[in-house]
């Protein structure tokens, strides 16, 4: 059975500071981790099937397990990176209100200094 390691975790937190300094902040990657969790498992069956075949080695079956696995993976991967660049863009140029107080009458916006 596979166990994480020190190694994999550290990989994984390169990648994502990695990506974190070329387009999203640190609150911009709490917004999109409701994405990565479901990218992670779609990763990992994907690997998991590909080393190990339990349904035989018919190759209709393997192309049509994996292609049912990556296609969602990649649109995923493609929604969350667009939503990230929205998220980022819309915190920088858009008015910032207290929580729930964007759709409230007369709520003023509040002033807030983004770091660039």
Known sequence: MWTPTI???LFGLCFVSVMSTKVFD???????TVNFVPLFILLFFLVGYVVY??????????????????A???????????SGKAIATAEKT??????GGATVDGAEPIEEEHEE
């Open 7 to 9: 190694e994999t975790y």
């Open 26 to 32: 640190r609150d911009t990657l709490l917004d999109l």
């Open 53 to 70: 075949n339990p349904f035989g080695v018919d190759s209709v079956t393997r192309i049509l397990q994996v292609t049912l696995l990556l």
């Open 72 to 82: 969602p993976f990649v649109l995923l991967a493609i929604l969350t990176y667009l």
């Open 94 to 99: 858009a008015p910032m209100y207290l929580p």
